[in-house]
Structure formats: structure tokens, C-alpha cells
């Protein structure tokens, strides 16, 4: 079966850090592009970050540019995400997805992929920022 787990999610201080993993199973990432959203109370769904096939592009929501990084691990099937000085404001459920990105060359996009653009997608991982 074609699956996404994310992991890592949690309780964490202000100021603190996790990393989240994104799992692939019943595919190969090799050809996917990665992207993670979130969802916090009462809002709508956010693109956080991304990381394109291949070529390993990234791009990041402003909210989150200096403190989050996305990087892969396509041997693995995983995808992670490191958060650093969490605020509040970070507080969430996490969802990574995944979706066909097609050759660098024929790319036109200068911004994360929506979320429409993405086939699949994991359960979420909560991630609650409090002291």
C-alpha cells in the first residue's frame, strides 16, 4: 500500500526544537517532491515547507524562514523537517505529503507547491508549543 507516516510530533517548551519524519512505504520518494502543511486550531490549512525531486529545491513559508529546515533522505524513504525555536504560534497538527514533481528542467514554479498539487498525504503528527 502507498503510505506517508509522519513522526516526531509532541510537547514542547517555547524556544525548544523537534524534528519531524515524513516515512514513505509501497513507493520510492526518489521522483517526489516533499512538502509539509500544518493546521493549527481554528485555522486553515498552511503550506510550511517544501523540497522538489531530483535537484533538492527548497522553499519555506515566511512564518516559519530562518527557524525550519527540510531535507531528505531518499535511500530511506524519509523526508524530515527540523523545527527550531518553536513559539506558539507553531503549535499544530503536521501533515508531509508527497507528489510527482517531474524533471528540473521542465519545472516553472518559484514558490511552494499548493496543496492540491500532492497525491499523498500522512495521518498528521501534533506538535504543541507550551510552557
Known amino acids: 500500500q502507498v503510505q506517508l507516516v509522519e513522526s516526531g510530533g509532541g510537547l514542547v517548551q517555547p524556544g525548544g526544537s523537534l524534528r519531524l519524519s515524513c516515512t514513505a512505504s509501497?513507493?520510492?520518494?526518489?521522483?517526489?517532491?516533499l512538502g509539509w502543511f500544518r493546521q493549527a486550531p481554528g485555522k486553515e490549512r498552511e503550506g510550511v515547507s517544501c523540497?522538489?525531486?531530483?535537484?533538492?529545491?527548497?522553499y519555506y513559508a515566511d512564518s516559519v524562514k530562518g527557524r525550519f529546515t527540510i531535507s531528505r533522505d531518499d535511500a530511506n524513504s524519509t523526508g524530515y523537517l527540523q523545527m527550531n525555536n518553536l513559539n506558539a504560534d507553531d503549535t499544530a497538527v503536521y501533515y508531509c505529503?508527497?507528489?510527482?514533481?517531474?524533471?528540473?528542467?521542465?519545472?516553472?514554479?518559484?514558490?511552494?507547491?499548493?496543496?492540491?498539487?500532492?497525491?499523498?498525504w500522512g495521518q498528521g503528527t501534533r506538535v504543541t508549543v507550551s510552557s
Open positions: 505529503a508527497a507528489t510527482i514533481d517531474g524533471p528540473p528542467l521542465y519545472r516553472t514554479m518559484s514558490t511552494m507547491y499548493p496543496a492540491s498539487a500532492y497525491d499523498y
Open positions: 509501497g513507493f520510492s520518494l526518489d521522483y517526489y517532491a
Open positions: 523540497i522538489t525531486s531530483i535537484d533538492h529545491k527548497t
